[in-house]
């Protein structure tokens, strides 16, 4: 039985890691692309930003004072079990997400969308956010959180069976473009790619993609994998590198994630994941302990399964033998 | 910072900025920056022009720099506030304001995310003698955060909240930024727009466009979303 004070202790940890400490895989992407990148506005943009991660952690200070939308990601192991239930979970990460605010300190972004009213600290309806999902033969939950930017470098469109790979290419071109001059995505970014499901999985998806896969994962499907390297190429080759300066930084990575869609229809979502791409990962065992991380780890077989329904590794070698 | 720095100019200015100063600036320059400056976005746009309140202090006095940001701040102990990072929001939405906004206060330096267009540059930014300063990669949150000494003062804190408030920083080497706008209304943006733009039809060659278009759709792709 996980004690609750632990999933508080933990969504508190991740939002401050978030905010200050960039992943090593996003690091490591940058730092390659500054030795490919040819134009000198833009490679000095890019070593600026090296230069912001090393302030951020020194200080213990934010890297990116726009906090976006902090949101949270759990998954919960079939066998795990917290004394407050799923309720008392949603209350810890809404309790975490206020204290981290004032603390780290994040700014207060959340306002209502009408009135603008706020109450300073990141939480509202429907604020922050909590995708759910599962995970079969586990007994600890994860948790991740990520702060993604909030307005620009995203956008959805109902694509059709016959407009095919160009489709895809053409649309991924037009979003990475619109929002890529004077760098309004803040690019160089993880760029996510959502095929398929209905328009709001196609998002979901899309988004998941960009924001809790690492740089370098590819798409276990070899041909998905192999159109997410051609993507990548296609972005780094439009010419525009970070702040839409001329050069080559654009796309430190390209994920695609697919949904089974309509037989009419291949809705199609772009996301772009920030030059502070902000995302920190916390297991909670059994036991109480807790482990951080900077990989979610989302995107595990099961969450990808087509099939009515899901053997456990004991279930196939038995049904083999 | 890297041996890429050395390809371009750099200036460390002292504020208020003077007209002097301002003339040796050039779009791609790296800019620095110590004394005082001051945030203001919508909230206090539509508050002094709009809904025609009186600034808060004789501004003119204090800082001619005006920062498009709103801080990660919360309260310390000690009274004031604790700046963790700073980071610039899009400038483009609030052009509307701003020729009366330089009229009103004086103010010679924009900073802010991503410039303007480049004809509120020749058509507001000039005529006042003022130039535009983009901050570097959105953003450089803590390095801009170091540069803040002290929270000289904040106002309409409790009506605007932290993002909308009016902060007044005293900084020290406070940058980097980038000039993108001169005093000619020369803009380093819209250069490389025009270099990038020049590219863009050869990337879409032998795609077919969708079955489906969107409402309003252009296919200029040198045109902007903003």
């Known amino acids: 039985m996980i004690a609750n004070r632990k999933i508080e202790e933990a969504a508190y940890q991740i939002m401050t890691n978030a905010a200050i400490d960039i992943p090593q895989d996003y690091l490591d992407g940058i730092k390659g692309m500054i030795d490919l990148e040819q134009g000198d506005l833009s490679a000095f943009v890019l070593q600026s930003m090296v230069d912001n991660w090393e302030a951020a952690t020194e200080d213990r200070r934010p890297m990116c004072a726009d906090t976006g939308l902090p949101r949270y990601y759990v998954k919960v192991g079939n066998e795990a079990r917290v004394d407050a239930g799923f309720v008392g979970i949603e209350k810890s990460l809404r309790s975490a997400t206020a204290r981290a605010t004032n603390d780290v300190p994040l700014r207060p972004n959340r306002v209502h969308p009408l009135w603008r009213t706020e109450h300073n600290n990141n939480v509202g309806i429907n604020a922050p956010e909590v995708e759910w999902s599962f995970e079969p033969g586990a007994d600890w939950v994860d948790i991740t959180t990520v702060h993604k930017g909030g307005l620009f470098g995203t956008d959805y469109r109902m694509l059709f069976p016959g407009d095919g790979i160009d489709g895809i290419k053409r649309f991924y071109l037009d979003t990475l473009i619109a929002f890529g001059k004077r760098g309004l995505a803040c690019q160089p970014a993880i760029v996510g790619v959502g095929l398929g499901g209905s328009k709001d999985t196609c998002m979901q998806l899309g988004k998941q993609a960009a924001c809790l896969r690492t740089v370098g994962d590819r798409n276990p499907d070899p041909e998905i994998a192999a159109l997410e390297k051609e993507l990548k190429e296609i972005g780094n080759k439009i010419g525009m590198g970070a702040m839409g300066f001329i050069g080559s930084s654009m796309v430190v990575d390209c994920h695609i994630e697919v949904g089974h869609t309509h037989t009419g229809g291949m809705p199609m979502s772009v996301h772009t994941f920030c030059l502070s791409s902000r995302r920190a990962t916390a297991r909670i065992y059994a036991d109480g302990s807790i482990a951080y991380r900077t990989d979610p780890q989302w995107f595990t077989p099961y969450m990808r399964r087509e099939t009515i329904g899901w053997e456990t590794a004991e279930e196939i070698s038995s049904n083999s033998a | ?226």
């Not at chain 2, 390809?7 to 320059?29: M, Y």
């Not at chain 2, 945030?39 to 709009?50: D, I, M, Q």
């Not at chain 2, 995310?113 to 058509?123: F, I, Q």
């Open chain 2, 1 to 226: 910072m890297g041996n890429r720095r050395g390809n371009l100019k750099q200036f460390r200015l002292k504020l208020p900025v003077t007209a002097e100063d301002l003339a040796q600036l050039e779009p791609g320059a790296v800019v620095f920056l110590d004394g005082v400056v001051y945030t203001a976005r919508e909230g206090v746009y539509k508050r002094v022009l709009e809904d025609k309140q009186d600034l808060p202090l004789d501004l003119t006095a204090v800082s001619n720099v005006n920062f498009h940001c709103s801080p990660a701040a919360a309260p310390d102990a000690e009274g004031s506030y604790r700046i963790g990072g700073v980071t610039a929001t899009a400038s483009f939405r609030f052009s509307k304001w701003m020729d009366e906004w330089l009229t009103r206060t004086g103010t010679k330096i924009i900073i802010g995310k991503g410039g303007m267009p480049r004809e509120a540059y020749c058509d507001i930014l000039v005529p006042h003698g003022a130039v535009y300063l983009t901050t570097v990669g959105y953003g450089t949150g803590a390095l801009l955060g170091r540069g803040i000494k002290r929270v000289r003062d904040v106002h309409w804190l409790d009506d605007l909240g932290i993002a909308q408030a009016m902060w007044l920083f005293e900084v020290e080497n406070f940058g980097p930024f980038i000039v993108d706008s001169d005093l000619n209304g020369n803009s380093l943006f819209a250069a490389h727009g025009d270099e990038i733009n020049a590219g863009l039809a050869h990337l879409y060659e032998g795609l077919r466009p969708p079955a489906l278009r969107r409402y309003g759709e252009t296919d200029d792709r040198k045109r902007e979303v903003m």
